[in-house]
């Protein structure tokens, strides 16, 4: 079984809608991180949640530890949101990072 | 606002050949990792450096490869003997509970 389970693994939108990726992960852990992989490759830094929630811009990102459960929300979607989506977490004892598969999230305009 | 920065972004070698990774970490961080992407699958750990030696290691990371920080702002990942399946893209990241990722080095063995 993966240690990070990301769903869904691919989902589509329409420009303005919506959008929920969930993550759930079955290991303790100190730090939930999301991250955003453009096609060309490179990883950006979204979040990083190790309890409640935080907003960025379009952007949200919810944990709950007790359910070990993460979800990462965009409102009103653009196509340049466009992108693979990574929950990865993270533990105290070594910082090392665990990564789920990833949500591939394309926005039609 | 400070960046890891790796060199180069796309490496193609034969396979049996050695390559060096080399990535400069933020100035100010003092743990360094290697991660790795092969294509289509997810990012996997590779290794873990801090205080000049490897804190953790993967099971991925055999004697094929090494890692060195050579001076005060570079930290490489050597790869030995280059096999097809080392084909991936490789990214570097510093720091602790946040870390912050390099831009990745493409490498192709062919």
């Known amino acids: 079984k993966n240690e990070v389970e990301q769903s869904p693994q691919n989902l589509t939108a329409q420009e303005g809608e919506f959008i929920t990726i969930n993550c759930s992960y079955s290991?303790?852990?100190?730090?939930l991180h999301w991250l955003q992989q453009h096609p060309g490759g490179g990883i950006v830094s979204l979040f990083m949640l190790s309890s409640g929630k935080k907003k960025h811009g379009r952007l949200i990102a919810t944990i709950n530890i007790q359910e070990k459960h993460s979800s990462l929300h965009i409102t009103a979607s653009h196509p340049r949101d466009s992108a693979v989506y990574i929950c990865?977490?993270?533990?105290?004892?070594?910082?090392?990072?665990?990564f789920g598969k990833g949500t591939l999230l394309t926005v039609n305009p | 606002e400070p960046e890891v920065t790796q060199t180069p972004s796309h490496q193609v070698t034969q396979m049996g050949q050695e390559v060096i990774l080399r990535c400069v970490p933020i100035?100010?961080?003092?743990?360094f990792y290697w991660y790795r992407q092969i294509l289509g699958q997810k990012v996997e750990f590779l290794v873990s450096f801090y205080n000049n030696e490897i804190s953790e290691k993967s099971e991925i990371f055999d004697d094929q490869f090494s890692v060195e920080r050579p001076d005060g702002s570079n930290f490489t990942l050597k790869i030995r003997s280059t096999k097809l399946e080392d084909s991936a893209m490789y990214f570097c990241?510093?720091?602790?509970?946040?870390?912050?990722f390099g831009p990745g080095t493409r490498l192709t063995v062919t």
């Open positions: 990865a977490v993270g533990r105290s004892s070594n910082y090392k990072l665990t």
């Open positions: 290991v303790g852990i100190s730090a």
């Open positions: 100035s100010n961080h003092l743990y």
């Open positions: 990241a510093s720091g602790s509970y946040e870390q912050y």
